[in-house]
């Protein structure tokens, strides 16, 4: 299998732009996790997805952050309007299940907003 | 609201040296895993523990859990310059992570 996909894998972009960046869970996994990732506050959970399904999005920083999954092999993560303190890495993760399953990490999608 | 901590924060060491990473958590957990991230990269996993007192072993790392004690160790066996990274852990279904962390091993 070749992996959590994530796309892009760089991101510059100006303030008040969308950003979209992209996910695509191992095969078969039914959890899939965003992650933020900053110096400053660390690996963040954001939300994830059980079987497309949102279960826990209370990490999602505000209102300009959405996240959808329409179907079990792929997933976005949308910020609009994009601000500076948005620049971080953002990880894609996945798992065949929570109850000690490894859970698969992408390679991050670094986004820079300026 | 669960925390997670872990210290220390940065460890350097000497080749050849043994130490220990801890991670305490806040409340109740039956599973536990341990990551390396290399600078630059992503998340590598390292260990799954799922139980009271399980013990898993990887070359010269070592991982347990002690859920009584809401505390799990990695322990570093006669380190060389290829376990420089950061460590973090994560506790509970929905992977809340430690702060990380950074290890520099110096010849």
């Known amino acids: 299998d070749a992996g959590v996909i994530q796309s892009p894998r760089h991101e510059v972009t100006e303030m008040g732009q969308e950003v979209t960046l992209r996910c695509k869970p191992i095969?078969?996994?039914?959890?899939l996790f965003w992650y933020r990732q900053t110096m400053m506050r660390g690996l963040e959970l954001l939300i994830y997805?059980?079987?497309?399904?949102?279960?826990?999005d209370s990490g999602m920083p505000e209102d300009r952050f959405s996240a959808k999954m329409p179907n079990a092999s792929f997933s976005t993560l949308k910020i609009q309007p994009s601000e500076p303190r948005d620049s971080a890495v953002y990880f894609c993760?996945?798992?065949?299940?929570?109850?000690?399953?490894?859970?698969?990490f992408g390679e991050g999608s670094w986004l820079t907003v300026v | 609201e669960l925390k997670v901590e872990q210290n220390p924060l940065f460890l350097s060491m000497q080749e050849g040296k043994n130490y220990t990473i801890y991670c305490n958590y806040s409340?109740?957990?039956?599973?536990l895993y341990w990551y390396r991230q290399d600078p630059g990269k992503s998340l590598e996993s390292l260990f799954v523990?799922?139980?009271?007192?399980a013990v898993k072993q990887e070359g010269r790392l070592m991982a347990s859990l002690d859920t009584k004690a809401r505390l799990s160790t990695l322990h570093i066996t006669a380190a060389v310059h290829d376990l420089s990274a950061t460590y973090f852990c994560a506790v509970s279904y929905d992977m809340r992570f430690g702060a990380g962390t950074r290890l520099t091993v110096k010849p």
């Open positions: 095969s078969g996994h039914d959890y």
């Open positions: 523990l799922l139980s009271n007192g």
């Open positions: 993760a996945s798992s065949l299940d929570i109850s000690g399953n490894t859970i698969y």
């Open positions: 997805f059980n079987n497309n399904v949102p279960i826990d």
């Open positions: 409340t109740t957990s039956d599973r």
